[in-house]
């Protein structure tokens, strides 16, 4: 293109002035340089995806940045978390850990006695139905797989009752017990609440995380949960003192909630 303009401006331009045909093919070569520095600036960049969640470029989860931008995903919570619906009518639950009974001794033989079942009941698929036959406790514990509930203000979950937890209360502990000594883990941390006002209706409780506390009168070891990002266990317990000695507790869809 150069020689082309050169060989142009030659007919025009006698030999003698040949300086002024290099001048001008200088500033024609300047020129075109800004324009194509120009050109590659303002030339809006590409952004393409490649994905892997079967939803072809929809900028979604599974969509991977391949040239040019980044573009950030924010991953926020879900508005609830659903820890237990019990809809499969047996173990595990809905972070897949495990469920079942505690006693002071092992099988819960009297005079401590708490035997968990999932009934199917209308509209609900299946429930927990906890019956205790007690002196001094008895407990029903749900695996959480180190959950963070940090997310979440509240716990919530339905219940009703039958028998002395009518008018009386139970307690929810949140736990995180982790062991494995030798100075490497330790934990046994673990904070409580008393929630009452049961009736033989079911009825939705919605606990403030915050209200959660350790126990008083406990001793080191044990102490308040350090890190709610990471949470082992919640159960919940019957005292012959606070819940009566016979009675039963249903509960259903256990959930998280912001
Ligand atoms: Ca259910």
Request: net charge negative.
């Amino acid at each position: 293109m150069i020689h082309y303009f050169q060989k142009q401006m030659r007919r025009v331009v006698p030999n003698e002035h040949n300086h002024v045909i290099r001048q001008f093919s200088l500033l024609f070569i300047i020129s075109l340089t800004l324009v194509f520095v120009d050109v590659a600036q303002t030339q809006p960049k590409e952004t393409r995806f490649s994905d892997d969640d079967g939803a072809a470029n929809d900028g979604q989860l599974g969509d991977t940045v391949d040239n040019l931008v980044y573009l950030p995903t924010i991953l926020k919570p879900p508005e609830f978390l659903v820890i237990a619906d019990f809809d499969t009518c047996k173990p595990p639950n809905n972070l897949v850990g495990d469920m079942g009974a505690a006693c002071p001794d092992p099988g819960c033989p009297p005079p401590d006695q708490l035997f968990e079942s999932y009934p199917a009941e209308p509209e609900r698929g299946c429930i927990a139905c906890l019956e205790y036959h007690i002196k001094n406790w008895g407990a029903f514990w749900m695996k959480l797989n180190h959950l963070d509930m940090t997310p979440y203000p509240y716990l919530v979950f339905d219940v009703r009752g039958t028998g002395d937890i009518i008018g009386k209360q139970f307690k929810i502990e949140i736990k995180r017990n982790c062991h494995s000594t030798l100075d490497g883990t330790e934990c046994y941390e673990l904070e409580i609440n008393y929630v009452g006002g049961v009736t033989a209706n079911w009825e939705q409780k919605r606990i403030d995380l915050s209200e959660f506390a350790f126990p008083p009168g406990w001793q080191l070891p044990y102490k308040s949960i350090q890190d709610w990002s990471d949470l082992e266990e919640l159960v919940f317990t019957v005292e012959g003192n606070q819940s009566g000695e016979d009675g039963s507790i249903y509960l259903d869809n256990v959930r998280l909630e912001k």
